[in-house]
């Protein structure tokens, strides 16, 4: 084990700004330092992401709020996550640390901001590692037709193999950083080979006038956002969105253990959003066109096909037999590699999230221990797969696994917290360095601070929308009053009040940190 000496817990916070500033190195954490080029850690970046899973499982109800205009609202939550990740690639190269927005906003902003910027990213991971383990899990059994467990997502089969799919994930992570990242690699090819596929020949079946009734041309008013959908519907379909772009800063959390850790992980997040981009409005220009929005069929509005509208379409767009069967359970394995690859990177990222704040003094040290041989933070690695696999077996028994789908909604309040606190975080350090140049009042000031108060008020709105019972898919009653509110909020805010908490035990248990 590596740690830094103890007179550096005894800077002040204006000594550490100041030796970030003068591009000063912070000592080693015992990591596989230049493990990764540019293209792997682009294939990180956009790998945890999960295009296929987070697109079978949110694109129908972001129909279901705005119809025709789904390209727009992908076009229009792009903008502050970009805006964020000129945030996140200043600050990589200002300060290149495993911890991101904790190391960052507790350096710049304060201690305290910092910690909560890092329980954010802690309690988003963990609360979606169940639904990844659980998608994972049952697709397994669609894969070889068993649907009569796979469609149902509580099944005791199906949490088996979600688990087993997480243990094999950490495992994988265990190894080193040089053998998750080639998995990724094989997984993102046939993630994004498959995708592309799908939405090309979805709409060569539109174009060509094969495709079933209620298909539509793709129109340039799809990009329109002040067409049709309500102001109201259009935002909560923005909110929904920013959940699909999440995952893409795994590039900077790994910045340690990547060759030019100053420049390489803030460029490979901010391509991976580019790249993202073009994904997502090919795969929703070709799912609108192909499935429509309507409520019955393979239609998008259907309830029945909420959960996974690649699964509800992929036969009617390749075919029930021969080469079209193949084509079909290839994009079964899509989401099934989809949902395991972001599992994967979800311990990777977490991991070293812990690594840096056990590093710094704010979490046990026990943390903080990096395995001789294989140079990952082994102790952190196996306790976030320990943790994830106690939240997943929790809130699969409770609801009837429907609280995992809760759980994944209050991941946003999470994110647009942590995201745009990482954007005023950027404003505030730079706010002195915008006579330098054009482009750095913009890309280190002005566009991350847009970006961040725009995702602050996103989280604000979507937890605030939350307490509508009929937003989430359970509710709970309130002490007391017997107000039902919906499940979503309570996991949110839960979460919110649960960090709020650790950071008073933390503040008591490690006060060094806190008192820079």
Request: hydrophobic share 55%; aromatic share 12%.
């Amino acid at each position: 084990m590596t740690g830094k000496p103890q007179s550096s817990q005894a800077l002040t916070a204006a000594q550490l700004r100041t030796d970030v500033a003068a591009g000063g190195e912070f000592a080693d954490k015992g990591l596989r330092s230049g493990a990764l080029g540019m293209a792997a850690s682009l294939i990180l970046a956009v790998a945890s992401a999960a295009p296929a899973y987070s697109l079978a499982a949110t694109l129908a109800f972001i129909v279901g709020y705005v119809g025709f205009q789904a390209p727009a609202v992908v076009l229009v939550a792009f903008i502050p996550i970009l805006f964020v990740s000129f945030g996140y690639a200043a600050l990589n190269r200002r300060d290149p640390d495993c911890g991101t927005i904790f190391t960052w906003a507790s350096r710049v902003l304060s201690p305290s901001l910092g910690f909560l910027g890092g329980w954010a990213i802690i309690a988003s991971f963990v609360l979606v590692v169940g639904s990844l383990a659980q998608v994972a899990g049952q697709y397994v059994f669609l894969l070889f037709g068993a649907d009569g467990i796979g469609s149902d997502p509580a099944n005791p089969w199906v949490l088996l193999a979600g688990l087993g799919w997480l243990a094999l994930m950490t495992l994988i992570c265990y190894r080193g950083i040089e053998i998750a990242a080639a998995v990724q690699r094989a997984l993102l090819f046939l993630e994004f080979g498959m995708l592309l596929v799908l939405s090309v020949v979805a709409l060569v079946r539109v174009y060509t006038g094969t495709a079933p009734t209620g298909m539509q041309r793709p129109r340039l008013s799809w990009l329109n956002p002040f067409s049709g959908a309500s102001p109201s519907a259009f935002v909560s379909g923005v909110v929904l969105m920013l959940f699909i772009y999440w995952g893409r800063e795994t590039a900077i959390t790994v910045n340690e253990e990547t060759a030019d850790r100053r420049r390489t992980p803030g460029r490979s997040a901010t391509y991976s959003t580019l790249l993202l981009l073009g994904v997502y409005l090919l795969a929703t220009f070709a799912a609108v066109s192909f499935a429509g929005i309507g409520d019955s069929g393979i239609g998008l509005t259907n309830p029945d096909n909420s959960g996974d509208v690649f699964y509800a379409f992929g036969t009617a767009v390749f075919g029930a037999g021969g080469f079209g069967s193949v084509l079909w359970h290839l994009l079964i394995l899509m989401v099934l590699t989809s949902a395991a690859a972001s599992t994967e990177t979800t311990v990777l990222t977490l991991s070293r999230t812990v690594l840096s704040m056990a590093d710094q003094g704010a979490l046990p040290r026990a943390l903080a221990r990096v395995h001789p041989r294989f140079r990952i933070p082994h102790v952190g690695t196996i306790a976030v797969g320990v943790v994830g696999a106690i939240v997943y077996i929790a809130l699969n028994f409770l609801g009837h696994g429907l609280v995992i789908g809760d759980a994944v909604s209050a991941c946003g309040v999470m994110i647009a917290f942590y995201y745009g606190l990482t954007g005023l975080t950027s404003a505030w350090a730079h706010r002195a360095e915008w006579r330098t140049s054009a482009a750095d009042l913009w890309l280190r000031t002005v566009f991350p601070a847009i970006g961040g108060v725009v995702l602050l008020a996103a989280g604000t709105w979507s937890l605030v929308h939350a307490w509508d019972p009929s937003s989430s898919g359970t509710s709970w009653p309130l002490p007391f009053t017997g107000v039902e509110v919906g499940g979503t909020f309570v996991i949110g805010a839960g979460s919110l009040v649960l960090g709020l908490v650790v950071l008073l035990v933390c503040r008591r248990v490690y006060p060094a940190f806190f008192r820079r």
